[in-house]
């Protein structure tokens, strides 16, 4: 799991279902715009999950608005976000959220 | 995925690797975790997914830290965050964030 600064920050919650179409593409697609959001402005991390039904969670953590309206609006995203709705999404939401408080437990932290 | 009502309201953003142990608990646990989630006040929603690797992320939405508060203090669920740190979990991750935007896709909104 990501290793983020502390609180405030922004998290933008993608909930989606995938189509059944194009498993290749769109695997190649999500390795693309990892790899491009990693390397913007502002990014601070991402954790994803994608179950057997094809449901999947992404949040990806941001400095502020700004930067999240920024890869948003970034011309690969922007084709990816198209071609999503196009071919590879059922539905998804999307929530934008300033995260206010933190906390973890790791088992290693446990330990007698 | 849930339908919630418009912003601004409140995500716990819960993160969390499985470890490989007593999946038939858990999943029970699980299960009773959400029944109850539903009854209290406040709650809104929940998004849920888990992938192949036990990596999963929980969404759950709140009208308040109050009820988020409240939720987190409840005797039954306290239990199942004690065995969680002992048994389910390798780690786990926990952020708190207001939801202040969010919008959606659908296919058939999509449809001419």
Known sequence: MSTL?????WAVIFSSQRSNTDDAGYAE???KM???AEMQPGYLGIDSSRDATGLGITVSYWESLQT????????????????GRNTWYQHYAIKIARVERSYS????????
Do not use: C, K
């Open 29 to 31: 697609m999500a390795e």
């Open 5 to 9: 600064p502390l609180p405030p920050y």
């Open 68 to 83: 999240i309206a920024a890869w948003r609006q970034h011309s690969e995203h922007l084709l990816a976000q198209e071609m």
């Open 105 to 112: 437990f790791s088992e290693q932290d446990a330990l007698p």
């Open 34 to 36: 990892l790899t491009l």
